[in-house]
C-alpha cells in the first residue's frame, strides 16, 4: 500500500526542484512513498513559525533557527544522527542538533559568500578595501533589506571578533564599531534600492544586465553559476578577508525535518535520511537544482564543474561560518534585531546606539533555558 506524505518546502529552483525531484527517485528506487510538496515565500520560510506546518505536513524544509523553539514545543521528531557532522560541510549539522538530539538533516548548505560575473571582473576583491575601491566605480551591489542587513552586521562582527556574535549581548564594542563603519561605507556607495533587496533580486540583476558586476555578502545560489540559468552566468567566491580568512559568515542554508505529528513516522523520518546521503545529494538533488549539504557533493568535480566552481570557490567561508545563537527564543530577538540594524542604517546612526540596543536583545538569549 502505497503511504502519502505531504511536504512544505520553499519557493525556488533551488529548494523546490531538488527535493521534488528526490522525491519521484526515491519512489522510482522502490519504495512505495509518494510525497506531494507545496511551496511557500522565501519571506516566509525566514519568518513563518512551525506550528500551523507541522499540523499540515509530514515534511518541512526548514531554517535551523526555528529548530529550538519548535522542539521545544515537541512539534518535530527527533531523527538518527545519521552520519554525523563531518559528514555535512561546515557547522551545517550542528545547526540542526539542540539538547542532544537532531530535529533536522542538513539537506541544503549555505552562507553569505561573494558573486561576480567573470565576464565584466576577471578576479573578484579579497579584501574590504578592494571592495570599497570597486564600489566607487558604481559596479558593486549589496542585498541590505533587514535581514540581510542584519546578517551583515552578525557577519561581520563575528569575523572581526573571530567568534560567533549574538552571545552576551550582540558583539564586542570594537568589532562592531568597525562592522559598522564597513557597512555605513558600503551603504553609501551601492544604488539606495540596495536597502529594500534580498540576495536573489541582486543575484538576479547582477546576472541580468551589465551595469553591476559584484556584491560582497550575499547568501550563494549555485543555480546562477550554471549555463542557461540565467542570461550571464555569475562566479561566487569567498566573501572579503580578514586577517587572510573568509571568516564570520552567517550560516543558512536549509534542513529537512519531519512533524511529530505525521502519522507515518517511519516513511517519513526513512525518506529525510534517505535524502541526506551523500549519494543522493550529489546526484539527483544536486543535479536538479540543489545545493546540497553533504561534504560528498562539495567535493564532487563534475559538480563543481557544473557549477563554475561554486563548492570549490566557496567552501573555505563556509567551514568558518558563524552560527546564530540556539535558543527558543531566538527568532523573535531576530525579528526585532533585522528591524533595528536596518532603522540604524537608515538613519544613519552611530555604532554605539545601535549595539546598546542589540545587546540589550541579545542578553535575553543569555539566561539558560529551562528545556524539557
Not at 213 to 234: C, E, I, K, M
Amino acid at each position: 500500500m502505497t503511504v502519502r506524505l505531504r511536504g512544505i518546502t520553499w519557493d525556488h529552483e533551488r529548494g523546490r526542484n531538488s527535493i521534488v525531484a528526490a522525491s519521484r527517485a526515491y519512489a522510482d528506487a522502490g519504495h512505495d512513498v509518494e510525497v506531494e510538496w507545496e511551496a511557500r515565500t522565501l519571506q516566509a520560510f525566514a519568518d513563518q513559525g512551525l506550528e500551523s506546518l507541522a499540523r499540515s505536513y509530514d515534511l518541512l524544509v526548514i531554517d535551523h533557527p526555528h529548530i529550538p523553539q519548535a522542539a521545544y514545543a515537541g512539534l518535530l521528531a527527533a531523527l538518527p544522527d545519521g552520519e554525523g557532522p563531518a559528514a555535512f560541510v561546515g557547522r551545517s549539522d550542528e545547526s540542526y542538533r539542540w539538547q542532544g538530539a537532531q530535529y533536522g538533516l542538513a539537506i541544503d548548505a549555505a552562507a553569505q559568500v561573494a558573486a561576480y560575473r567573470p565576464d565584466l571582473l576577471p578576479e573578484p576583491p579579497r579584501t574590504w578595501p578592494e571592495v570599497l575601491d570597486l564600489a566607487r566605480t558604481g559596479a558593486v551591489l549589496w542585498p541590505a533589506k533587514p535581514i540581510d542587513a542584519f546578517a551583515s552586521a552578525f557577519t561581520l562582527s563575528s569575523g572581526l571578533q573571530g567568534a560567533d556574535a549574538g552571545r552576551a549581548g550582540f558583539a564586542d564594542p570594537d568589532a562592531f564599531a568597525q562592522a559598522w563603519d564597513l557597512l555605513g561605507r558600503l551603504r553609501d556607495l551601492v544604488p539606495v534600492e540596495c536597502l529594500a533587496e534580498n540576495p536573489i533580486q541582486v543575484a538576479d540583476r547582477l546576472s541580468g544586465s551589465d551595469r553591476f558586476a559584484y556584491a560582497p555578502l550575499l547568501y550563494g545560489y549555485s543555480n546562477y553559476a550554471r549555463q542557461g540559468f540565467r542570461d550571464h552566468v555569475l562566479r561566487w567566491s569567498d566573501i572579503p578577508e580578514i586577517d587572510g580568512q573568509p571568516r564570520g559568515s552567517m550560516l543558512g542554508g536549509a534542513g529537512l525535518a519531519v512533524s511529530a505529528r505525521t502519522e507515518h513516522p517511519a516513511a517519513a523520518i526513512a525518506f529525510a535520511t534517505w535524502v541526506a546521503t551523500g549519494a543522493v545529494q550529489r546526484g539527483v538533488y544536486a543535479r536538479a537544482g540543489g545545493q546540497p549539504g553533504h561534504v560528498a557533493a562539495w567535493a564532487d568535480a563534475g559538480l563543481d564543474e557544473l557549477t563554475g566552481g561554486f563548492f570549490a570557490d566557496t567552501r573555505r567561508t563556509l567551514d568558518r561560518a558563524s552560527l546564530r545563537p540556539q535558543h527558543p527564543g531566538y527568532m523573535a530577538v531576530q525579528d526585532v534585531a533585522c528591524a533595528r540594524v536596518h532603522r540604524g542604517l537608515v538613519d544613519r546612526e552611530s555604532a554605539a546606539e545601535v549595539l546598546a540596543d542589540l545587546d540589550r536583545m541579545f542578553a535575553t538569549l543569555g539566561v539558560q533555558h529551562a528545556g524539557r
